[in-house]
């Protein structure tokens, strides 16, 4: 009986260790997925930063260059594509490959569940920035061209409720844009995000 005994123990603490190894081996396989995962996240900013410039370089606004400086709009626009076409994205990208080069050395699932959340909010973040910096361009914009000289009267011409009705539409135009906006995000950076969480959930169930 005692020798039963003593296999029983045995047996129990062989199955905690492999159990362990297990947990161990579950563990590692995330931190691959979510460090391939991240490292997509750069690749993609830096693809979507190359083709932003590409077209600012060869799409030429020379023709539309003094129509946009008759309505006070030629130097915003310029201050703009800097910001959103570069500040913005370079900024972010540097974060991103922080973000990669620091899921990548991380050694515990500590280490790692704090990687994917900072990623998650990374991410988060600059979609808001985007979405926010455009927003707010064309509302910019859309008074600027209604207060410009040629196109003053056309307010003129609306009593109080047409020119609320006229900014009601250009509201409604703008919500459209943010929506397509969020939509590309989502379909780019989203379903990257969404197998981080799920990672991350794994992980907190161990």
Do not use: C
């Not at 991410?123 to 808001?128: D, G, L, P, R, T």
């Amino acid at each position: 009986m005692e020798d039963l005994k003593q296999y029983k123990d045995v047996w129990r603490q062989q199955e905690y260790k492999d159990l362990q190894v297990d947990e161990n081996t579950l563990s590692q396989m995330i931190h691959r997925k979510s460090s391939s995962i991240v490292k997509w996240i750069f690749y993609i900013s830096l693809i979507e930063f190359l083709v932003l410039t590409l077209i600012n370089i060869f799409v030429k606004l020379d023709e539309n260059e003094t129509d946009l400086k008759q309505m006070g709009l030629g130097q915003f626009m310029n201050w703009i594509t800097i910001i959103v076409g570069y500040i913005i994205p370079l900024f972010f990208i540097y974060l991103f490959y922080k973000n990669y080069k620091q899921i990548s050395v991380t050694s515990t699932t500590k280490a790692l569940i704090h990687s994917i959340l900072k990623t998650r909010k990374t991410v988060m973040y600059y979609i808001i920035t985007i979405v926010l910096a455009i927003t707010i361009t064309l509302l910019y914009s859309t008074y600027a061209i209604l207060h410009s000289p040629e196109y003053a009267g056309l307010l003129a011409d609306y009593s109080t409720n047409g020119e609320l009705l006229l900014w009601g539409i250009v509201i409604l135009f703008i919500l459209a844009v943010d929506g397509l906006l969020l939509l590309f995000y989502f379909l780019l950076y989203g379903l990257l995000v969404r197998k981080l969480i799920f990672n991350y959930k794994e992980l907190t169930k161990q």
